[in-house]
């Protein structure tokens, strides 16, 4: 199939690159600059050469219009995979800094591929489970999780600080994606992909691990050994493999079944306790690591929401990797850029 993957450079977006080049599709990536797409054409150098990886430059998606030229090819594009979103927490505008790209990058490119690219069947965006939680029902005894929920976070609570700004962004975003196929009835299927805090090896695409992507952090801190004293408190207690969630952008428009359908693609619950025992366990040279009985970092007493990944299992095929296998690849991925 040939592929149009937004924000090439990105975490989640280089493990779907790599899976669709495994699968044998032929992509191009959009990337903000030419020096991001050098880095990525020298990994993928014979993929290049037989014309199977090709490049845009898209520098700001939140500028309507950013997507008018990436989306028409020859040949043309089957299917478009979204996962460009800012996700960071250093921003001094919300609007501006996050709404902005995750909201008009979104409908920007629906747009652009309902005007200019007709040949498109399946548009797959990456969502996220901060569009699911319900952050003010804090740990939900009794609750599942799963894609029958919805954040109810309004344009005023997104201004009260950047993680409610994050999660407006990705929810406002997705809600955009669904409006639109109802309103505009365009000539392709929606699916989204709801991952929880994403955890995983780190590709190419990094040279110095001050760069490294937001969720990927607290496994980095804890290496370094910043929850000796004490473990921080782990947020939110879901998770999923980086390359779980790339099999599943590929998954979301290669079966039919998929179309139309949100995905919470989780592994589970973990907790930033468990995260300092697999490193560990698995790393005997990191001496800073907390104790059993260092405090902080548990599953909260009294109980936990849950959740019911069944849908991603069914209908993408999934098979989640587990908590230990995720850690210990990232922990070896960021000793290869210097931990
Ligand atoms: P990264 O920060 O690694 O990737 C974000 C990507 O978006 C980068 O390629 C970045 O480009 C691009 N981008 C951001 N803002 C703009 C902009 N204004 N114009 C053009 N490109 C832009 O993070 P992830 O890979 O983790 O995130 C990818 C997607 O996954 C996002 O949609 C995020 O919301 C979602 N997600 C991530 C989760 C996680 O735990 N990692 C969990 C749930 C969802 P550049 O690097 O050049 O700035």
Avoid: C
Wanted: no cysteine; proline share 6%; hydrophobic share 40%.
């Amino acid at each position: 199939t040939r592929v149009l993957l937004t924000g090439g450079s990105g975490f989640i977006a280089a493990h779907t690159l790599d899976v669709l080049l495994k699968k044998g599709h032929s992509v191009v990536t959009t990337v903000r600059t030419q020096e991001k797409a050098d880095k990525i054409k020298a990994a993928y150098q014979s993929a290049v050469d037989k014309g199977q990886l090709g490049f845009a430059i898209v520098p700001d998606i939140a500028q309507p219009n950013a997507f008018d030229e990436a989306v028409v090819s020859e040949p043309p594009f089957e299917a478009v995979l979204h996962t460009a979103s800012p996700f960071h927490f250093n921003v001094t505008d919300v609007q501006k800094d996050l709404l902005d790209p995750a909201v008009i990058g979104t409908t920007g490119i629906l747009k652009s591929i309902k005007k200019s690219a007709p040949s498109v069947k399946h548009v797959v965006i990456t969502s996220s489970f901060a569009a699911i939680v319900q952050p003010d029902k804090g740990n939900w005894p009794g609750h599942t999780y799963s894609e029958e929920d919805w954040n109810s976070i309004t344009l005023e609570q997104a201004k009260e600080d950047p993680i409610s700004g994050y999660r407006a962004s990705k929810t406002f975003a997705e809600k955009a994606a669904w409006d639109f196929l109802k309103k505009e009835r365009p000539n392709f299927k929606i699916a989204t992909i709801n991952p929880p805090m994403v955890f995983g090896p780190i590709m190419h695409n990094l040279d110095s691990l001050d760069n490294l992507n937001t969720s990927n952090q607290r496994i980095l801190w804890a290496a370094q050994g910043k929850f000796k004293d004490e473990i921080p408190a782990t947020g939110v207690y879901f998770w999923v493999d980086v390359r779980d969630v790339a099999e599943a952008h590929v998954a979301a428009f290669e079966k039919p079944d998929a179309a139309n359908k949100r995905f919470f693609t989780t592994a589970g619950l973990f907790s930033n306790k468990e995260i300092a025992q697999i490193i560990r366990k698995n790393f005997s040279q990191y001496k800073e690591l907390p104790s059993d009985s260092t405090p902080g970092g548990d599953y909260p007493d009294g109980g936990l929401y849950s959740f019911n990944n069944k849908r991603s299992i069914d209908v993408l095929g999934l098979k989640y990797r587990t908590l230990e296998e995720s850690i210990v690849d990232s922990v070896k991925s960021f000793q290869s850029v210097g931990l």
